[in-house]
């Protein structure tokens, strides 16, 4: 499986920006995806990024650099609604099932 | 339709039970997975179906028995659960378990049990 690390928890202020960081393990690598999961609910998808750089989708970056092994989601204009946990998630290698991290839960506070 | 659709919602059962939880896709995807979800960790993937049949099942104990009628259905089988085995059990779904895509999350069936 792959080795993927985040830090647990983060806040920030309503109308801020947040960047959330992951780093995994580069050998095999074969695509990262972020998710947001609110409490008691269904992880939804975000992102995947496949090739160097950011992908912009609306509030919503990520960014991925596969020399480094290192990504980050970067959320613009906080609403209090994007209090979530964020799951980063990956293949393994030799392997197209996800292994996610641990998640990052992300609180906004006014 | 972009969803699956996953049933009973909540789920309370002894020990001595046999219960069925189901999830559903119309999108034609033919990959479909079963996660377990304890509270404040990332979903553990449990078993995987690619194209009906069983491709992955990462040692989970018999007393958890899944079931894929067909392209659309999968079925997750509970019998003789234990206490901890309480949690969120999701389903998931993407268009091919043998390639890198996108999983779509049902909302989860909440187990408690007793």
């Known amino acids: 499986g792959q080795n993927i690390d985040q830090p647990t928890e983060m806040t920030a202020t309503e109308g801020a920006i947040v960047q959330i960081n992951c780093t995994y393990q580069t050998s095999g690598f074969n695509g990262l995806f972020w998710y947001q999961q609110h409490a008691g609910e269904a992880p939804t998808f975000l992102s995947y990024n496949v090739l160097d750089g950011l992908e912009e989708k609306g509030r919503f970056s990520s960014f991925l650099s596969r020399s480094k092994g290192y990504s980050y989601l970067l959320l613009k204009e906080l609403q209090m609604k994007d209090s979530a946990s964020y799951l980063c998630a990956a293949p393994g290698a030799g392997s197209y099932q996800l292994t996610f991290g641990k998640g990052t839960k992300l609180s906004v506070i006014p | 339709d972009t969803e699956v659709t996953q049933t009973p919602k909540h789920l309370v059962m002894g020990m001595t039970n046999k219960k069925s939880l189901k999830c559903e896709q119309h999108?034609?995807?033919?990959?479909m997975y079963w996660y377990k979800q304890k509270a404040k960790k990332p979903p553990e993937l449990m078993f995987v179906?690619?194209?009906?049949?069983?491709?992955i099942n990462e040692s989970v104990p018999s007393r958890f028995s899944p079931e894929c009628p067909n392209s659309s259905l999968l079925n997750l089988h509970l019998h003789a659960l234990q206490p901890e085995d309480s949690a969120l059990y999701l389903c998931?779904?993407?268009?091919?378990?043998?390639?890198?895509?996108?999983?779509?999350f049902g909302p989860g069936t909440r187990l408690t049990v007793l």
């Open positions: 179906y690619s194209y009906e049949k069983l491709s």
């Open positions: 999108m034609g995807h033919r990959a």
């Open positions: 998931a779904s993407s268009q091919d378990g043998q390639l890198v895509n996108e999983q779509f």
